[in-house]
């Protein structure tokens, strides 16, 4: 089952990245997108979507990266992370539900469950 933690943590982390470049997309697409809108409104308006949507992303973006790292040392507190984002990720549908059936299949099992519990066997990444 280690093995199992080992891939979801690293698959986690790579999900992570790519909404960093999600986050950084939606950013600069929604600053330079106002920048055309002709008026004074649409662009603060723009300005200020395009800003609370990077931070949400990339919020959401660092958390699956901490939390993956995380499941990679057996962080007891990274179980419980990864299995909130994993019920809030199977709403995006295909990649997210996948992944997120896959981490909560693993982390609800009994043998991955007792991973982070008690004493932490050795890790090697």
Do not use: D
Request: glycine share 16%; with cysteine; proline share 3%.
């Amino acid at each position: 089952m280690q093995t199992h933690v080992k891939v979801i943590g690293w698959l986690h982390i790579i999900y992570g990245l790519f909404w960093a470049c999600i986050a950084l997309l939606t950013f600069g697409g929604m600053m330079v997108g106002s920048l055309f809108s002709g008026s004074l409104t649409g662009m603060i308006g723009g300005s200020l979507l395009g800003g609370f949507l990077g931070l949400f992303l990339g919020g959401r973006a660092v958390l699956g990266i901490v939390a993956g790292w995380g499941l990679l040392t057996l962080r007891p507190w990274a179980r419980i992370v990864m299995i909130v984002l994993a019920i809030l990720g199977l709403f995006n549908f295909p990649f997210g539900t996948a992944l997120s059936v896959y981490t909560l299949w693993v982390l609800f099992s009994s043998e991955g469950a007792a991973l982070f519990n008690g004493p932490r066997p050795s890790v090697t990444y």
